[in-house]
């Protein structure tokens, strides 16, 4: 495996690390951040053992031990996390992953950009190992933008209230809808070059509604000059996608990428230019969530509700 890859992944950490390090402390670190940073090196350690059962879901194990570690290290900085004084809302995220996933897969059924190989022989096994697996995904990219905020973001300065009437904007919402519906429309020897366009449309179809609704946006974010959210999201993006692909490429149970786009440039399983997706997912992960819990009546954990004062 290329030295870049690890270099790149190890990078990851490390800006994590530093960043918790260096910020202001606010509360006592939580006993279940020490857990889940065990079942991160125990999974590390079965894998190495061939433990086939571990290798299987080895993915949604890493990643549930680092929400653990990481929820526990925003409370240490913040005095507020999802597990701490949220749980509830973060139930329901754990849920909406599941099904705000689900929708890129039925994509994937015709654009074929990614198949999953090693699962288990067994329906319910498998169908665990999605499950668990697709349910970390909004958790993981949300709790590492909350890190991200608490860190190496925090200096900026709260977002002014809101206007108390706020009017979507229809040209990006009509953007949003034609980028999500040509893909599947194309012949496939032309979709399979288009999930960019989803990854891009969901943002731009549902955040001008969030404002619209004065539900926390991207939108509103940068019409009162608040950029932090947004900043934080796109690098959480980038580092949970840099992270997804070092434990991926270890795992028995694992994605492949198929789509032919300079494919023999890859950091780990996945081609360089589709790392440029990660950052934009994280965006879409949030303005999905808050649409949903909105729509749905769910308790909704806000991302950045209360940005650090200025030091």
Known sequence: MPFASLALAAAAVLYLVTGFARAPKKAPYPVYGLVGLAVIFAAEAALILEVRLVGIYFTPLVWTGYILMVDAAVFRLRGRSMIKTEPQAL??????SIFLWLIFEGYNLYLRNWIYVGLS?????RYLGYGWAFATIWPCVLETTELLLATWFR??????EPAVQSKAPAVPIIAGIVMLAVPPLMPLEIAVYLFGSVWLG???????QNYGAQRPSLWGDWGR????????LLAAGLVCGLLW????????SKWLYIFEIFPDWRIFEMPVIGFLGFPFFALEVFVMY?????????PCYEIGAAPDPLD
Do not use: C, H, Q
């Open 91 to 96: 139930v329901w995220m754990v849920v909406l």
């Open 121 to 125: 022989n067994s329906v319910i096994p």
């Open 155 to 160: 200096n900026s300065p709260p977002p002014p």
């Open 202 to 208: 969901f943002i731009l179809f549902l955040d001008p």
């Open 225 to 232: 000059g608040y950029k932090a959210r947004t900043w934080a």
């Open 245 to 252: 692909e070092f434990w991926n490429y270890w795992a028995a």
């Open 290 to 298: 808050v649409f949903a819990a909105d729509l749905l009546d769910l």
